[in-house]
Nanobody, 116 residues
Framework: VQVVESGGGVVQAGGSLRLSCVAS????????MAWYRQTPGKERERVAL????????FYEDSVKGRFTISRDNAKNTVYLQMNSLKPADTAVYYC??????????WGQGTQVTVSS
């Protein structure tokens, strides 16, 4: 599975960004999809996850009510809508595809910078 993220950039605090992640190579609808983020010197943390058919979602506490994960299985794409961004959201954001019995697949990451 190849995973490619896009949509990062620089935004002022309070602004919005939408990240996209396209996964190709195998049946996209067979994979749970997740967004992670990482800052220098810190461990990668899971921000949001969506189940294979989109009926279940998970959010890390600090982004609840501000971020929304969604997917379009017809387009092999998962999204992360990020609203009310804070400087603390600054990180490299990674997309991951996972399925039981397989190693997770990762993209190269996209930088999100929120200025105060």
């Amino acid at each position: 599975v190849q995973v490619v993220e896009s949509g990062g950039g620089v935004v002022q605090a309070g602004g919005s960004l939408r990240l996209s992640c396209v996964a190709s190579g195998r049946a996209f609808s067979h994979y749970d999809m997740a967004w992670y983020r990482q800052t220098p010197g810190k461990e990668r943390e899971r921000v949001a996850l969506i189940s294979r058919d989109g009926d279940k979602t998970f959010y890390e506490d600090s982004v609840k009510g501000r971020f929304t994960i969604s997917r379009d299985n017809a387009k092999n794409t998962v999204y992360l809508q990020m609203n009310s961004l804070k400087p603390a959201d600054t990180a490299v954001y990674y997309c991951s595809a996972r399925r039981l019995g397989e190693n997770s697949y990762w993209g190269q990451g996209t930088q999100v910078t929120v200025s105060s």
